[in-house]
């Protein structure tokens, strides 16, 4: 095959490999599917859409937990399951951002993350956040996911403590086509410390809060030298 | 001289002609102020930097009521001033966005509108906006300058049902420099009925709302044939 | 369901809430739309594609009143329809713009606002806007619709005295991509006062003219406590 | 030198080559004119600052028409002046569209060309167009010079039956910055056949209504073999 | 009907008027057609697509002369056609330039101007072009078609005396997707005295040379009083 | 004066407030750290420029640690300093960095932040990095610091497993100009989890590493009803 | 036909004329083929669309090497295949590169270029890379294709000698997208002595590194009079 | 010093190290220079100005070959000048391109290659070109620097076979400010095989020719193990 798997990723920087499906053939994920099988490693598959998942056929597809709405499958491992020590919430500002959340919060849960959503909280009915607010703040980290102009970034940002990562999503019309906008704000935020992913990468967030439960573990466990040795509860 | 004042204009939309000092010179504007000081009118200069406003030499300075912070300088009028029927508020986010914000205000004095400033009232201080929220609801209508990733545009957007012009502030380093994240931020807002000017553009936030004053005339008065004519109390 | 119809918005802001169904599935909007009958409630729905129109099933599409133009469906209320006192001219430079347009008109009829349509006036042939000049006049607002390089919006602005909010249309090849240039020269022009929404934001320019009728309520009225008080005739 | 003038340009394309002062050093400039002198060529200086101007040196100064408006300068040649048979209107927005516009009136003017200049026609005040248009579509070709929006192009475009060239001026705030809005309404005009040089390219608009002069020399006289050829009187 | 054919432009600015197919239905387009067939009007149609043009019903496609690269379609008048005297080479750059090269030589076709196409004469093989640059000499206006960077555009500028105009074709991979490239190439040419219209604006450029065809009439000819008197040959 | 500072952000969201000296005169800055002594509140000054540091007269000067690499000016506070239990390391990649970074450190250092800096470590030479990549794991938290075409980020991704926070400078030439070439590699990197802040925002980069030491502190500290109770040490 | 084939590119540069298919309809790219089949010529088809090589029609498919990733197609010539004397590696970062870096493999195998691919050796697990980089250094010359950051054009330059090409490809989401962050990476590259070429363009690589051969050619071997003496082996 | 010179650089991939002095202080670069001159080692120093070259201190200045126009000071090494056997055109559109092609000259001679300029070469007179094409076409690489539209990148890469490094200079107006038209023009090239570099890196270009001299070295020296070992001559 033309590409090979990173399965030290795992051991060297905490962060499982995963397929991104876009630019590759369904014949070519089905062979590293096949070969993870094989290993008894867990896998999670991003960017599959439902035609390309359907195409990987009927025996690899009976082996996948699929989720056409953030595009993601999970092939489950023949191990206990990862549970990292780390509570997530999610925010997102409406319906349209719900793909690339979901995206977070599978790519979270397949590593065991505790995931809490809280969706359809647009600025523009600010009361929908306020009643909100109290449980967000009792989150190690907050995951924003917003499209149009972002503004729910710099409102959360003011009001909570926890790390928070704005997820652009790419929803908007005309200035705001493709969720440069919302980038644009998360980078731009009169609240400080706020963290962006480039727009839609939902993955790449949950991977960036994954990184921060490093901080949460007993003070002599510092580096990947073996799968066991990573903070793994369960 | 090369161009011509449009002292038609008032009579024709209800807009007063006014001065655009960036591209004359210091003899050009003197020039002009002279022939409004020969007529008796009201005049409002607009981006008259500090400098040039000096080079209009002591005569001409003499007459005029000038403000660095927005430059703009006001020489007035013969007769009564203008008195506009109309409450404006007028919204900032930081300090940096005051000048943009004084020139709305300048530019709705001069035609005798009344202006309240509620400065530095950002998003990434919640309480800010709150604690002000109910005397902001009680104008006309709403000019709210921001630069950044000018968020407050749609929180106002939520809170209010008054007229919102949205003045993108060019204020803002990197992704938002030049004030192009505000603007779009407006443009892009999850709150409908958001308006929005050109960035920096406090003077044309101020016109579009004195358009507005109209709605509130007394029936039988729809046209402005003459000065007299349009509304003015005083 | 991940969201929540913002049924107070009425109350809050004075403009009711709406069914953005670009990124709703037809199963979300037809179980809104189910809710909103049981309630009573009239309802607007925007970007709604015919497909999706279709795919709302036979039972829910004999409920609407649905315009394939402008991709708008309504959904009557139980009580007398809204009645607000306003009365809109809507300018469209072309044939092309009448989508964008006629957003802005169905969502203005649907809160009783009385609107005047204005077609295919552009200032290549500046003759069809001088025929109807006078009457473009005479209307409390006018929202001008045009894409390509949206010249009517200064030329409309410089002979009219009432509110003028400039709707750029998704409208024009080569530069003009997406209304990017109408968009600029709203912004940019160089006729004052002229008040712009995003690229093909229909809705929003009648939500904003909306937010003016405040202006002519009497004065006793200034809240909008609730639905009934809200300014309403009728 | 590190450069050679394209003294031959004039007999094989009908353009005198020009000096371009930017990137050359006072140096470099006075070698040219010096040069010029010595072989009685006239030539045209653009793009001259003031300060670049002076630093010639007071000799070459001497023999040199300067004007810093515009830029140019111009060393008269020792033959009789050139006199292009062409009749060409330049039509400015606003004043600060004087310096473009005046090096296309220097640029024309050095060839010979008959030029007339309309100032200030902007079209938020569309009666000062329409008092002079009928004077305007006199002229063999129409240079219209404007910033901002640059709407007057296409109401230019919709009223004269001649060439039409739209010269985008650097000027505006915000969005139109650099006078990029303005060349893209030129471009993006809904009114046909209008031609656009780059922003504040007066000196290529002034040459391009040179090559069309070819249209009016009497049908013998085809090709650039050598200067006198070249269509002139005088 | 939404629209209004500006049937008077010939009279008016000496361009008939087309129909723009993209933004009508091919009901809209097959009763303007009616309309001209009744009047015994030509029109062009640009902009046509090959199902659209099938869609205008038998009957209607029968009465059109219709080509499908260009997308341009041509219903005769009654009277004798018309013959504008003029003479424009049309350069091509490459075959994928074609589409937009043959709407230019079909509009100039419509209204009698002679047409000569170079195909193919692009910069990289410098050669084509030298073979045939005395031919392309010796026309009255030369337009040059070209997508990628257009290099052509600064070599033909200084090879030819004529009128020359760029039309940017929509042509390109990367960094000149859309036939940006080759727009900015136009502008920014060395070559002094170079025109652009819009990215394919085959149509457009066209036209302007059209209105070039002005300066060769007779000298007593100066307005388009009516059609008639419109220096027609033929 | 015309804003007020949010000393309550501390103990709403644990982030001191700051002063942002751009937007603010000389006087401004000196009011409110003349406020700040009087409360015996530490206070960091930002973007302070070396001229308007000078300007706030000798009397504060002296009361203030000025850094001119990084604009940043300290008052210290009464109380004993803070201390917040975080370990981050600062990679640069080049000396152009350097005062993005620094603003990073010296925010940091205010808040008792243990910082190292890890300078000059660029790709190019991929042997710095490699020499110094033991130590920069054992951080907390990872801040790199990379004009130009950022590939730092990518690179220090897939070698270490902490939070990883990119922040562009504002350095390159070219199609680097402002630093965005690295802004752009930040969000696009194939390294996953990492997390980016605005083009030389050194600060908010520091601030969102102190949002991470939130999930070092003990589990019963996880509100920040005042300063002391934010798991100070010291 | 409306193009002409230029089958002295190979004398007279060296690098042999190809069909790029994009813009050509399957008649013209057979007609084409059967001429150059007919002359004996070898000839390399880019950018051909598996839907476009079946419409070729059987006949012309037999004749061909189809490749469907690189879209290449090669039609053999009658005499002896050339073999030009380099040795190129190509390097590609992720598997999503493989068209663009095969379009490059095929066009130098067409002139009998020794190539060796190291595919899928992104940056983000550097051991990759370093596992190989003896190897690649090897090489005459390195081509190197890379989408998203394009980080892997940095580490190279700094760890190879040999010329290196790169070559974004078209692959990234968001900020990336279309290949344009890549670019700018190898534009703005920290490693000194990077070359780029345009986004997706493998062919031109190829080119380009086909034009370095020239460099290892006998010192008698100046000129390409003819095909013979273009230092073939064979 | 918060940087390190990377000495090891010529040994590692043939390419000396250099001091980008625009980030940093005189002080700085002095220091580096002094302890260049302790080892012995000659060093180019890029991007100096004429203000930071004078506060080198006049001990350092007398050291240094400094070049104003290309902004380069060379500091002689103790032992014999490098001498790479490479033989470089450099070609130039106009005078303003000539401080980017003299920074490649300069960079070029510091390593002992062989430079000839051929300088004011734009196409614009076509004639310029073709005179000297012979001799460009004798030289083992061909550097052209052009900014504006860069029509010059084509049509050199349609005449020459050697590599062609187009190097993009920061010169034109409007569209084509920054030198990015040109550099557009270079990669969309129609032209094939042609090579760029960023705008003004003159540095690069050098540097990238440097990297193809090892193209003509002899078969036995594969590796940069030390200086000696660098093919170097005299």
Redesign the interface.
């Known amino acids: 095959m033309?590409?090979?798997m990173?399965w030290?990723?795992q051991d060297?920087?905490?962060?499982p490999e995963?397929i991104h499906a876009?630019?590759?053939s369904p014949e070519?994920i089905a062979a590293v599917l096949s070969e993870a099988r094989a290993l008894g490693v867990a896998v999670l598959v991003t960017r599959l859409d439902p035609e390309k998942h359907r195409a990987l056929g009927p025996e690899c597809v009976d082996t996948l937990d699929y989720d056409p709405l953030s595009r993601t499958a999970i092939l489950a491992g023949s191990g206990a399951p990862q549970a990292l020590d780390l509570d997530v919430a999610i925010v997102?500002?409406?319906?349209?951002d719900?793909p690339t959340a979901r995206e977070a919060a599978r790519t979270l849960a397949f590593s065991g993350v505790t995931v809490t959503e809280y969706?359809?909280i647009?600025?523009?009915?600010?009361?929908?956040l306020m009643e909100r607010i109290e449980d967000i703040?009792?989150h190690?980290?907050v995951i924003a996911v917003a499209g149009?102009?972002?503004?729910i970034?710099?409102?959360l940002?003011?009001?909570?403590?926890?790390?928070?990562?704005a997820v652009?999503a790419?929803?908007?019309?005309?200035?705001?086509?493709?969720?440069?906008?919302a980038?644009?704000?998360?980078?731009?935020?009169?609240?400080?410390?706020?963290?962006?992913?480039?727009?839609?990468?939902g993955?790449?967030a949950?991977?960036?809060a994954?990184?921060?439960?490093?901080?949460?573990r007993p003070a002599g466990c510092?580096?990947?030298l073996n799968r066991d040795s990573y903070c793994l509860r369960g």
């Open positions: 033309d590409f090979k990173d030290q990723r060297r920087i905490g962060l995963a876009q630019s590759k070519q997102t500002g409406g319906l349209a719900m969706p359809d647009g600025v523009a009915g600010l009361w929908r703040r009792s190690d980290v149009m102009e972002g503004a970034f710099s409102v940002g003011g009001l909570i403590a926890a790390p928070l990562i652009p790419p929803v908007g019309d005309g200035v705001a086509e493709g969720g440069h906008a980038l644009t704000s998360a980078l731009a935020s009169c609240a400080s410390g706020i963290l962006s992913v480039n727009i839609g990468n993955f790449g949950a991977h960036a994954m990184r921060m439960a490093r901080l949460k510092d580096r990947y």
